[in-house]
């Protein structure tokens, strides 16, 4: 059909609900999913003349981590208020500029930085991979603890709101237990919570007879992602940022319930389900323009209004 899954948006609700094909009740598959970024650490603030890239592109829609990772597929990145750099691999050496300046909360994520006027942010894709032993069940553990051994130095996946002081720099450890990300705010004076290069020089400098944890600045993301025309997307990312989406790591799934008032403030809008287990039928929108009044500002999508006869998982 060279189509896509369709979007939960209030027009695509209001065709569906008067569309008497589909069952009252019924629940479906929509082009909506959530991965697992891979691990990242935070490098520093550097001016933004300092730093070699290669390309650049606009996020305007959503700047973060993740998504300009997803884009770059590069081992460092950097990102400027709305803007994405892919930056070159050698980047060693230069020097940090005060955090300070690099003061713009990113737009995708509120507990990331996106640089300030003339620096950015940069960061690198994590060397070494937390484990997952002590991540509550059912829980999304998203930042990562910095557990000081006698034997060297071990990273532990944890949920960022929990509570625990953060390593800063090389030695200044937070007096305050806090979350992750008040604790990366925390080390402003030092930069920001000490990377995985300086994790072992920072046990180091610790004087202690049993293991200790404390906050890293390692991190990940759990992002929303909308279902695309293959043909599409593929003229839109180059191969390489094609193959880092599909390794992404898939989380949820969502659906939609016939006759479920949308209401895009609420936190049920929309249900998400297991993947692969789950067993549902979908609605498919299809690249055929119907109409586009002025009032409305978006442009109407025929919908192909029937459920599969074949009942297929959301694969």
Same mark, same amino acid.
């Given at each position: 059909?060279?189509?896509?899954?369709?979007?939960?948006?209030?027009?695509?609700?209001?065709?569906?609900?008067?569309?008497?094909?589909?069952?009252?009740?019924?629940?479906?598959?929509?082009?909506?999913?959530?991965?697992?970024?891979?691990?990242?650490?935070?490098?520093?603030?550097?001016?933004?003349?300092?730093?070699?890239?290669?390309?650049?592109?606009?996020?305007?829609?959503?700047?973060?981590?993740?998504? #300009?990772?997803?884009?770059?597929?590069?081992?460092?990145?950097?990102?400027?208020?709305?803007?994405?750099?892919?930056?070159?691999?050698?980047?060693?050496?230069?020097?940090?500029?005060?955090?300070?300046?690099?003061?713009?909360?990113?737009?995708?994520?509120?507990?990331?930085? #996106?640089?300030?006027?003339?620096?950015?942010?940069?960061?690198?894709?994590?060397?070494?991979?937390?484990?997952?032993?002590?991540?509550?069940?059912?829980?999304?553990?998203?930042?990562?603890?910095?557990?000081?051994?006698?034997?060297?130095?071990?990273?532990?996946?944890?949920?960022?709101?929990?509570?625990?002081?953060?390593?800063?720099?090389?030695?200044?450890?937070?007096?305050?237990?806090?979350?992750?990300?008040?604790?990366?705010?925390?080390?402003?004076?030092?930069?920001?919570?000490?990377?995985?290069?300086?994790?072992?020089?920072?046990?180091?400098?610790?004087?202690?007879?049993?293991?200790?944890?404390?906050?890293?600045?390692?991190?990940?993301?759990?992002?929303?992602?909308?279902?695309?025309?293959?043909?599409?997307?593929?003229?839109?990312?180059?191969?390489?940022?094609?193959?880092?989406?599909?390794?992404? !790591?898939?989380?949820?799934?969502?659906?939609?319930? !016939?006759?479920?008032?949308?209401?895009?403030?609420?936190?049920?809008?929309?249900?998400?389900?297991?993947?692969?287990?789950?067993?549902?039928?979908?609605?498919?929108?299809?690249?055929?323009?119907?109409?586009?009044?002025?009032?409305?500002?978006?442009?109407?999508?025929?919908?192909?209004?029937?459920?599969?006869?074949?009942?297929?998982?959301?694969?």
């Amino acid at each position: 059909m060279n189509g896509q899954l369709m979007m939960s948006n209030a027009l695509n609700r209001d065709i569906i609900n008067s569309c008497p094909e589909i069952d009252t009740n019924q629940r479906f598959w929509v082009g909506e999913y959530k991965t697992l970024s891979p691990w990242f650490e935070i490098i520093g603030c550097f001016a933004k003349t300092d730093v070699q890239y290669n390309e650049t592109y606009d996020n305007s829609f959503r700047n973060e981590v993740s998504v #300009c990772h997803r884009v770059c597929n590069t081992t460092y990145i950097g990102l400027q208020d709305k803007m994405c750099y892919c930056i070159n691999e050698d980047f060693n050496g230069i020097q940090n500029s005060a955090s300070s300046s690099c003061n713009i909360v990113c737009d995708g994520n509120s507990a990331e930085y #996106c640089g300030g006027n003339d620096v950015m942010n940069v960061y690198r894709t994590a060397r070494y991979i937390p484990t997952e032993d002590i991540c509550p069940f059912g829980d999304i553990c998203l930042c990562s603890q910095m557990d000081c051994q006698l034997t060297g130095v071990a990273y532990t996946a944890r949920p960022c709101q929990e509570r625990m002081q953060g390593a800063c720099g090389d030695w200044v450890v937070n007096s305050v237990p806090d979350s992750w990300s008040a604790s990366n705010e925390r080390c402003s004076q030092q930069g920001y919570l000490t990377n995985q290069d300086n994790s072992l020089s920072f046990c180091e400098n610790r004087q202690f007879s049993s293991p200790e944890s404390f906050w890293v600045g390692v991190f990940r993301s759990a992002i929303h992602n909308y279902d695309q025309n293959k043909n599409k997307a593929s003229s839109q990312l180059s191969l390489d940022a094609q193959l880092s989406v599909e390794e992404e !790591k898939l989380l949820y799934c969502f659906t939609l319930t !016939k006759g479920v008032i949308y209401d895009s403030t609420r936190s049920d809008a929309r249900e998400m389900d297991t993947c692969y287990n789950k067993r549902l039928p979908f609605v498919c929108e299809i690249g055929m323009y119907l109409y586009a009044p002025l009032w409305l500002r978006e442009i109407q999508i025929f919908i192909y209004c029937k459920t599969t006869s074949s009942v297929n998982d959301r694969r």
